[in-house]
Structure formats: structure tokens, C-alpha cells
């Protein structure tokens, strides 16, 4: 049996994290998924379920809440006007076909592995973010044709693979092609549904092995999404609203930092260090 009192530490910790991914969804456009991962790795891990498909859950569990939490970014967003929705419709098929990919790809792979991928993708996002720069630039607009039916893919793909939403890839991408930050933001969070609805509705039907958290269906646990959403529900609005109020650039520098701690630690583990 679990213990009670580390139980509740761990439902506690798992608001707390909810609240600070959804205000980073609308906030910083990188994807409430990038702190909910580890987040879910650390207090599975703690309640006795490292199990060899772990990171499976964790990625799905996080990509769960990403559904509901990129609905209600994406609407406070759009009262701003700021999502293009004709960015969504056209990227919407390649997008959604990578992450079918991505849930096939997950599903064959085990927890070292899949923490050494999530690792690896997270610290080039905090490079991004640490050293990024709003001048750099790809093109003057959006790839379309053949680059579009390239790219759109490889964002769903990467996603999935790391649990998060569009804006960890989405932004970076919208903005090195001309895109103001304010609608990259806010259209990527429209990538990030997108990206999870299928990808969710895989890992439903997906096994995560025996070793599974009590409430698990597939390869989603019911009880940290509800107590995750619960959180993000409040603060994803709140994110939304910071971020046309304020220059978001130091916040970015500081979470950077936080980011390439958090991948490097999950290397650390993946190399069994």
C-alpha cells in the first residue's frame, strides 16, 4: 500500500507544478508539458512505480492535460486576436499525422531511452530560449508546399516524443519565420491541441506494462491529470493575459536555466549516473 502522507505530498506537488505549467503555457508558449514530464517521473518514481515504461506515462499523462489546457489557451488568445487561424488549418494535417507517429514510435521504446530523448530535445529548447535571438530569421513567412508537408510532421513528432505541447517547437519555428511572438504564442497553442488529441486517444489503447500507478488507463493516469487540470484550468488564462502585458525575456533566460538543469538531470538518469 501506498503511505497516505506521501500520497497527499505527491497530489501537492503535482497542483503546485499544474498552476506553474499552465501560467508557462500562456505565458512563454514552451509547452506546460516541459515541467509536467519531470514532474510525473519524480513522483511516480517516489510512490514505488519506476517501472521499464514509466516515461510512457508520464508523456501521456502530460500530453492529457495538454488537451484540456491548450482548448483554454488558445481561447483566451483568440478574444486577443492573436491566433492565425490560417496557420492552424493548414499545418493541422501534417501536425497530427506526426503524432500518431509519435504515439507508435513511444510505445516501442522504454523509460532510459525515452529520458535520454526528452533530455536531448529539452536542452536545445533551452539553448533556444537562453540564446535565441528575436532577429534571427529562416524566411519572411510561414514554409508552405513541400516544406510545410516536411515540417509540420516533425513538430507533432517531437512533441509527443517529449509530452508537450506545439510551443516548444511551434514558436520557435513561427518566429524564425516572421512571425510577431505574441501570435506565435498564441497559435501554438493551438498546435499543442493538435498534437495531443490524437496522441491521447492512442496511449488510451496503449500498454505501460504491469508496473502502472493505480488509476492508469493505457497509458494515462487518470488521477494526476484530474488533480494537473484542476490547476491549469485557473492559471492557463492568467499565462495568456501575462504575456501581452509583459516582456517575457528575462522570464525565458530564467527558465532556461531551470530547463537545462531539469534535461540534464534527466540524462543523468537515463545514463543510470
Given at each position: 500500500?501506498?503511505?497516505?502522507?506521501?500520497?497527499?505530498?505527491?497530489?501537492?506537488?503535482?497542483?503546485?507544478?499544474?498552476?506553474?505549467?499552465?501560467?508557462?503555457?500562456?505565458?512563454?508558449?514552451?509547452?506546460?508539458?516541459?515541467?509536467?514530464?519531470?514532474?510525473?517521473?519524480?513522483?511516480?518514481?517516489?510512490?514505488?512505480?519506476?517501472?521499464?515504461?514509466?516515461?510512457?506515462?508520464?508523456?501521456?499523462?502530460?500530453?492529457?492535460?495538454?488537451?484540456?489546457?491548450?482548448?483554454?489557451?488558445?481561447?483566451?488568445?483568440?478574444?486577443?486576436?492573436?491566433?492565425?487561424?490560417?496557420?492552424?488549418?493548414?499545418?493541422?494535417?501534417?501536425?497530427?499525422?506526426?503524432?500518431?507517429?509519435?504515439?507508435?514510435?513511444?510505445?516501442?521504446?522504454?523509460?532510459?531511452?525515452?529520458?535520454?530523448?526528452?533530455?536531448?530535445?529539452?536542452?536545445?529548447?533551452?539553448?533556444?530560449?537562453?540564446?535565441?535571438?528575436?532577429?534571427?530569421?529562416?524566411?519572411?513567412?510561414?514554409?508552405?508546399?513541400?516544406?510545410?508537408?516536411?515540417?509540420?510532421?516533425?513538430?507533432?513528432?517531437?512533441?509527443?516524443?517529449?509530452?508537450?505541447?506545439?510551443?516548444?517547437?511551434?514558436?520557435?519555428?513561427?518566429?524564425?519565420?516572421?512571425?510577431?511572438?505574441?501570435?506565435?504564442?498564441?497559435?501554438?497553442?493551438?498546435?499543442?491541441?493538435?498534437?495531443?488529441?490524437?496522441?491521447?486517444?492512442?496511449?488510451?489503447?496503449?500498454?505501460?506494462?504491469?508496473?502502472?500507478?493505480?488509476?492508469?488507463?493505457?497509458?494515462?493516469?487518470?488521477?494526476?491529470f484530474v488533480v494537473t487540470i484542476?490547476?491549469t484550468l485557473i492559471t492557463a488564462?492568467?499565462?495568456?493575459?501575462?504575456?501581452?502585458?509583459?516582456?517575457?525575456?528575462?522570464?525565458?533566460?530564467?527558465?532556461?536555466?531551470?530547463?537545462?538543469?531539469?534535461?540534464?538531470?534527466?540524462?543523468?538518469?537515463?545514463?543510470?549516473?
Amino acid at each position: 500500500m501506498t503511505d497516505p502522507a506521501l500520497l497527499a505530498q505527491m497530489v501537492v506537488l503535482l497542483a503546485c507544478v499544474g498552476a506553474f505549467a499552465g501560467v508557462l503555457a500562456g505565458l512563454l508558449g514552451v509547452g506546460g508539458g516541459i515541467v509536467l514530464v519531470p514532474a510525473y517521473f519524480y513522483a511516480f518514481t517516489t510512490l514505488g512505480f519506476a517501472g521499464p515504461h514509466l516515461m510512457q506515462i508520464c508523456l501521456a499523462t502530460s500530453l492529457a492535460t495538454i488537451v484540456v489546457t491548450s482548448l483554454r489557451s488558445v481561447s483566451s488568445h483568440n478574444k486577443k486576436g492573436a491566433v492565425e487561424k490560417d496557420i492552424l488549418r493548414t499545418w493541422a494535417p501534417g501536425i497530427m499525422a506526426g503524432a500518431v507517429l509519435g504515439v507508435l514510435v513511444v510505445a516501442q521504446l522504454r523509460t532510459a531511452t525515452l529520458q535520454f530523448l526528452f533530455g536531448a530535445l529539452a536542452t536545445s529548447v533551452g539553448l533556444y530560449m537562453a540564446f535565441g535571438r528575436a532577429h534571427w530569421r529562416l524566411s519572411e513567412d510561414m514554409p508552405t508546399g513541400i516544406a510545410r508537408a516536411l515540417l509540420s510532421p516533425v513538430v507533432g513528432f517531437l512533441s509527443v516524443i517529449m509530452g508537450v505541447g506545439g510551443g516548444s517547437f511551434g514558436v520557435p519555428l513561427m518566429t524564425l519565420c516572421g512571425q510577431p511572438v505574441h501570435r506565435a504564442v498564441a497559435t501554438s497553442a493551438g498546435f499543442g491541441f493538435l498534437i495531443a488529441t490524437p496522441a491521447v486517444l492512442g496511449f488510451l489503447f496503449s500498454g505501460a506494462g504491469d508496473l502502472r500507478p493505480p488509476g492508469t488507463i493505457g497509458s494515462v493516469n487518470i488521477p494526476a491529470f484530474v488533480v494537473t487540470i484542476a490547476m491549469t484550468l485557473i492559471t492557463a488564462p492568467l499565462g495568456a493575459q501575462l504575456a501581452h502585458r509583459l516582456d517575457p525575456l528575462r522570464l525565458r533566460g530564467v527558465f532556461a536555466v531551470f530547463l537545462l538543469i531539469v534535461a540534464g538531470n534527466m540524462i543523468r538518469k537515463a545514463a543510470g549516473w
